[in-house]
């Protein structure tokens, strides 16, 4: 079976909603940042559906025993914010997401080249088996630093099929570069925008995210 990388813009209208608010220029800094976090959190909901390992048991109520589904605890579950933009999602991530370990990932694009470099790895040097990560990074550009990102996990022994890569703002570039190279991929975003300009920036997009959502 010949593998394809699924792209999913959930319709629900709160990620409109907050996608909106993100959009707009004039949203302050405080408001952009709650805007992030709650696109963070039902990007995070539509992404693990289906997704996350459970466990049936059963439990006893006040009245009877009755049959329960939980999520399994013996398999690992990783969140991995691209810093420093992925911090936004991060912390709506971990409310649908909680039991999960948190590696964090420095990466900064030259402006000229629009290549990225990484200055924080923490990633461990191998990842155990069936570890199931989930990727935060607002916006998937010219597709430079979600590339460097999976390049670090897939040599540290990630499946590529167990990660998820939720997204504010999508761009075709980067979507197609982790395509070709990934196809086994799934992501998660509140919306595909047309392209980029001239300085790698998704347009219409939103702009920085990670100024607007820092006030730097």
Not at 10 to 32: C, S
Not at 76 to 95: D, M, S
Not at 104 to 114: I, N
């Given at each position: 079976?010949?593998l394809?990388m699924r792209?999913?813009v959930?319709?629900h ?9 993100a959009?707009?220029?004039q949203?302050?800094?405080?408001l ?6 709650e696109?963070g959190r ?10 996350l390992p459970?466990?049936e048991?059963?439990v006893?109520?006040?009245?009877a025993d009755?049959p329960?589904t939980?999520v399994?605890?013996e ?7 691209i810093?420093r ?6 912390e709506?991530a ?9 590696y ?6 030259d402006?000229?080249?629009?290549e ?5 790895n923490k990633f461990?040097a191998?990842?155990k088996?069936q570890?199931?990560?989930l ?8 597709g430079?630093?979600?590339?460097a ?5 897939t040599?540290r022994?990630?499946d590529?099929?167990?990660?998820r890569i939720?997204s504010v703002?999508?761009?075709p570039p980067?979507?197609?570069r982790?395509s070709?190279?990934y196809?086994g ?6 919306t595909?925008d ?5 300085h790698?920036y998704?347009?219409?997009?939103l ?7 820092f006030?730097t």
């Amino acid at each position: 079976m010949t593998l394809q990388m699924r792209i999913y813009v959930p319709p629900h209208p709160l990620i409109k909603h907050w996608l909106g608010v993100a959009r707009d220029a004039q949203t302050p800094p405080v408001l952009f940042k709650s805007a992030m976090t709650e696109l963070g959190r039902w990007l995070t909901y539509e992404a693990v559906r289906e997704w996350l390992p459970t466990i049936e048991t059963t439990v006893q109520t006040p009245l009877a025993d009755c049959p329960a589904t939980f999520v399994n605890p013996e398999v690992p579950l990783v969140v991995v914010p691209i810093l420093r933009a992925g911090l936004a999602l991060l912390e709506g991530a971990q409310t649908v997401m909680p039991l999960a370990s948190i590696y964090h990932l420095g990466l900064v694009r030259d402006e000229e080249t629009l290549e990225p470099s990484c200055y924080l790895n923490k990633f461990p040097a191998q990842f155990k088996e069936q570890t199931r990560v989930l990727i935060c990074d607002p916006m998937l550009a010219t597709g430079g630093s979600i590339m460097a990102a999976m390049a670090e996990l897939t040599s540290r022994g990630i499946d590529p099929a167990l990660v998820r890569i939720i997204s504010v703002v999508a761009a075709p570039p980067a979507l197609q570069r982790l395509s070709v190279t990934y196809p086994g991929l799934n992501v998660y975003t509140a919306t595909i925008d047309e392209g980029l300009n001239s300085h790698g920036y998704i347009v219409p997009g939103l702009g920085d995210a990670g100024d607007r959502a820092f006030g730097t």
